[in-house]
Structure formats: C-alpha cells, structure tokens
T-cell receptor, first 112, second 112 residues
C-alpha cells in the first residue's frame, strides 16, 4: 500500500528566510502525481504545488518549489522569502487512482 | 464564489443520533471525494464518486456511513447511530478527472 511520511511535525522559520519541508513516499507505480497542500488555521485546504512523476523538472510556483527525487521517493517543499501568511499546516499527498493519500503534516510557524 | 461548499459548517449531536452533511462541488467537476480529518492528522480518504457512481469506499467507512450523489451534482454523507469516535472534520473535495482536488471548508462534527 502506498504511504506518505512527513518526519517533521513542526518547523519554524524567520520571516524572509527559506525553509524546506520533507516528505517521503512509498509506491510501486511509475507514473503518479504528488502534491503539497496548505491548511491555514481556518482549515480550508489549499493546493500549493503539484508534480507529475514523469517530469524530471522540479515544479515551481512563485516562492514555492519542490525537490523531487524519484529514485529516493522524496518530495520536499522549499518556501523562499517566507511570509507571515505562510504559517499553516502543510500536507504532502500522493495521488492513488484519483484519491489522495496524505502525510501526517508539518506545522510551520513564521517568526516576525 | 464558485468553490466547493459544505453545509453545515458545524454540527453537535448526541451519541446515537443520525446526521447528514451536504457538499456542493465546483459545477463542472465530475469527481467528488469525502475525507475525514481528526485533530493533528492528515485527511483520510472515505469514498469518491465519478458523476453519480460511487467508485470506491474505504474500509474506514463502516456500515453506519452512507454517501450518495444522486444526480451527479451535490453529495450527501450520512452517519447513522453516531459514536464519539465519529467526531472529526469531514472534508469534501472535487476535481475534473485526475486533476487537482479543490477542497471545501469542511463540516466539524462533535458527538457528545
């Protein structure tokens, strides 16, 4: 069964600095999608970034980028120039036949 | 706003009562998903529909849970004979085929 692991329950970053959130997953599939979702204190889940496994190029979305290492089954999220509004729970997710398998989440705090 | 909506946002009920939640997906999305999220955890998949057909149900979905999407538009999730362990946030998401899932604000259920 596919699993997603986020080994950092909490992370902290200074405003304007860079932080990296880790995620590993386990799958026997060769083609799949990976996502990072953000869940602010209001609790509505928002898509941050997505990566197709067949693409070697790492996805970027403004200040957010990923480091996708397919062989290592690693999918980390880098947030550059952190802002106070980035404070939230971040979930890594694997798309299995349409449904999402989520990691346990990383709570990110941003210090002014 | 044409995002995913859920009703009610909060529900408090006594153990043994039945509750029903509603989800209205983004109008052109043919897939609709239900997830359950407990405090401090990532969402767990419950079930999903493609149009009006329920294609997959998780083992988490006991016989007390039933979901419908009668006309391929809105969906309802009913929990019969609620138990304290049913207390959670119930999230609905929709997507167009295998594309990104867009989440609603959730329904927080508290079973006393």
């Amino acid at each position: 069964a596919q699993t997603v692991t986020q080994s950092q329950p909490e992370m902290s970053v200074q405003e304007a600095e860079t932080v990296t959130l880790s995620c590993t997953y386990d799958t026997s599939e060769s083609d799949y999608y990976l996502f990072w979702y953000k869940q602010p204190p209001s609790r509505q889940m928002i898509l941050v970034i997505r990566q197709e496994a067949y693409k070697q190029q790492n996805a970027t979305e403004n200040r957010f980028s990923v480091n996708f290492q397919k062989a290592a089954k690693s999918f980390s999220l880098k947030i550059s120039d952190s802002q106070l509004g980035d404070a939230a729970m971040y979930f890594c997710a694997y798309n299995q036949g349409g449904k999402l398998i989520f990691g346990q989440g990383t709570e990110l705090s941003v210090k002014p | 706003d044409t995002g995913v909506s859920q009703d009610p946002r909060h529900k408090i009920t006594k153990r043994g009562q039945n509750v029903t939640f509603r989800c209205d997906p983004i109008s052109e999305h043919n897939r609709l998903y239900w997830y359950r999220q407990t405090l401090g955890q990532g969402p767990e998949f419950l079930t999903y529909f493609q149009n009006e057909a329920q294609l997959e149900k998780s083992r988490l979905l006991s016989d007390r849970f039933s979901a419908e999407r009668p006309k391929g538009s809105f969906s309802t999730l009913e929990i019969q004979r609620t138990e304290q362990g049913d207390s959670a946030m119930y999230l609905c998401a929709s997507s167009l085929q295998y594309n990104e899932q867009f989440f609603g604000p959730g329904t927080r259920l508290t079973v006393l």
